[in-house]
């Protein structure tokens, strides 16, 4: 898996990056020269309960993995407050589609920006 670790990386997508969301989440962006994209993932305390902050970096992470962008990119995920409320009875499936979603719109952005 193709993780952010630094906080270089992170500072740099958050004082630098894009964004593109959607109800549910914020997808922060900056196309890298790596060849390869990178994931990292921010979720507070306000969020909920370790084993739900737990879960959504799970989803995450396996929806990055099956689905990873094809040129390089650094993303950085972040949950809305609107999350929160519906996380504890959503299925992954429904999270898949609407961060899927974002990806298709960053796919989008690559090949206008290219």
């Known amino acids: 898996m193709n993780r ?27 196309f890298n020269d790596l060849g390869r994209p990178r994931i990292g993932i921010v979720v507070s305390k306000k969020f909920g309960k370790a084993h739900f902050r737990n879960r ?15 040129k390089g990119i650094d993303m950085i995920v972040l949950p809305k407050k609107e999350l929160k409320d519906q996380f504890e009875k959503m299925k992954f499936d429904t999270f898949r589609s609407s961060f899927l979603f974002l990806l298709s719109n960053l796919e989008r952005k690559n090949l206008n920006e290219a």
Request: aromatic share 14%.
């Open 56 to 70: 959504f970096k799970r989803y995450v992470r396996e929806t990055f993995r099956t689905n990873k962008p094809k």
């Open 4 to 30: 952010l670790k630094r906080e270089k990386d992170f500072q740099r997508i958050f004082l630098e990056g894009q964004s593109v969301s959607n109800d549910l989440l914020v997808v922060k962006y900056i």
